[in-house]
């Protein structure tokens, strides 16, 4: 592990040490999923902060993944918000047609609403909204960038599959994504076109607005969501944003990294991490850098 990467784990074991802490929010929405909400406000918020939605995984807790990453140390030095919910299930809803459509009833319209909530109590900058999640939380990170596109300036997705991926599979009892796991093992492969319908298709009536840029990142010896969907997700999203693959570095950022850049990589960009299973380095100081935080 780089030792960039293990520094900040240790930050993330010192982030409690301001006066600001996690608390439970209610009465944020209509909250149609019904799911949780937990905020991370720092003691000094500039005006018009930035907004992090920070999502678990299968398994986990808004309150657990608080304690998994360094992003409430870094919202102390920068003064962002950190949004930490959590699902009404074992995963997040990253298969039913509720979900997968916009204000269609479903988790990505609670989470939708999480973020308004924020902006409008904190006077959060709406043009500077993310998205990070790992696993389940990376999935999602996908559908809600096709889901609520106009929300989002950019997302990371850490071990995640593409938008759509999941469609229909049924929810998880255990620690599986979904029951079905055709996608999670990397067997559902479509072209950039049908993955980049499938992203539209989530916003019914079209919309031509800012799409946001994504960072994504992904284990290349990952047993529970196959690399497969690295490639799967990099197509999907390339063909959204309308960038073209122009490089693919070795060992960049870190030992065992294969970037791959689209465009200029301000849009999309992907890691691929040999060697590495299913809880990738988040590396939180290069996933700011890509927000563009501070």
């Not at 995963?91 to 609403?113: F, I, K, M, V, Y």
């Not at 904190?122 to 999935?139: H, I, Q």
């Not at 469609?167 to 055709?182: K, L, R």
């Not at 990142?217 to 047993?223: E, H, P, R, S």
């Amino acid at each position: 592990m780089q030792l960039s990467i293990i520094f900040e784990c240790i930050l993330a074991l010192g982030a409690t040490a301001h006066g600001a802490s996690l608390t439970t929010v209610t009465g944020w929405g209509s909250n149609p999923a019904g799911i949780q909400m937990s905020i991370y406000v720092p003691d000094a918020l500039p005006v018009n902060p930035a907004i992090i939605l920070a999502l678990h995984q299968c398994g986990g807790s808004g309150q657990q993944f608080y304690g998994l990453t360094s992003l409430p140390y870094w919202a102390n030095q920068y003064g962002y918000i950190l949004i930490f919910p959590s699902s009404n299930g074992y995963c997040w809803d990253n298969h039913s047609p509720q979900s997968l459509t916009r204000n269609g009833g479903g988790d990505t319209e609670s989470l939708a609403q999480q973020i308004q909530y924020a902006i409008t109590t904190y006077n959060g900058d709406p043009n500077r909204v993310y998205a990070f999640g790992w696993s389940s939380g990376g999935s999602m990170v996908n559908n809600l960038a096709a889901t609520y596109p106009d929300l989002f300036e950019a997302g990371a997705a850490y071990g995640g599959t593409p938008a759509g991926c999941f469609a229909g599979s049924g929810a998880s009892t255990q620690f599986q994504p979904m029951t079905n796991t055709t996608c999670a093992s990397g067997g559902i492969i479509k072209t950039p076109q049908q993955w980049g319908d499938y992203a539209r298709n989530a916003y019914p009536g079209g919309y031509t607005g800012r799409r946001p840029r994504l960072q994504i990142t992904n284990g290349g010896a990952d047993t529970i969501i196959n690399p497969q969907n690295h490639e799967e997700q990099l197509k999907q999203w390339s063909n959204v944003l309308g960038v073209s693959l122009t490089a693919t570095n070795s060992n960049t950022p870190g030992q065992g990294y294969t970037q791959s850049i689209y465009g200029t990589g301000n849009k999309l960009v992907g890691y691929l991490i040999a060697g590495v299973d299913h809880l990738t380095p988040f590396w939180e100081s290069r996933l700011l850098a890509f927000f563009g935080i501070p």
